[in-house]
Nanobody
Framework: QVQLVESGGGLVQAGGSLRLSCAGSGRTLSSYAMGWFRQAPGKEREFVAAISWSGSSTGYADSVKGRFTISRGVAKSTVYLQMNSLKPEDTAVYYC??????????????????WGQGTQVTVSS
């Protein structure tokens, strides 16, 4: 079992950037397919980005494509979400998630077994 710890959230003005990090506590993330999801108040959790365990395959929601980049660290034990050109509609709690036993996790949040506690991202207009 792996515990996920996110960091890097905060308050930023529209057009600004933030980088979120997700690390595994007690276990490396190198063998897990990983994803980032977000949930705004009153809305369902939605897919943001995903990356394969090798780091070779990535996918993005249409709403963030071209602005956000998901990546793995050198040892693949940390997963990042670089967020540029942030918009007020990006405001949400962001969660990282891990899916064992598969190369690429995809968009369906119900397929992910492990979740972090979430980190708040607030974009002011």
């Amino acid at each position: 079992q792996v515990q996920l710890v996110e960091s890097g959230g905060g308050l930023v003005q529209a057009g600004g950037s933030l980088r979120l990090s997700c690390a595994g506590s007690g276990r490396t993330l190198s063998s897990y397919a990983m994803g980032w999801f977000r949930q705004a108040p009153g809305k369902e959790r939605e897919f943001v980005a995903a990356i394969s365990w090798s780091g070779s395959s990535t996918g993005y929601a249409d709403s963030v494509k071209g602005r956000f980049t998901i990546s793995r660290g050198v040892a693949k034990s940390t997963v990042y979400l670089q967020m540029n050109s942030l918009k007020p509609e990006d405001t949400a709690v962001y969660y990282c998630a891990a899916r064992p036993g598969t190369y690429y996790g995809g968009k369906d949040y119900s397929k992910y077994d492990y979740w972090g506690q979430g980190t708040q991202v607030t974009v002011s207009s």
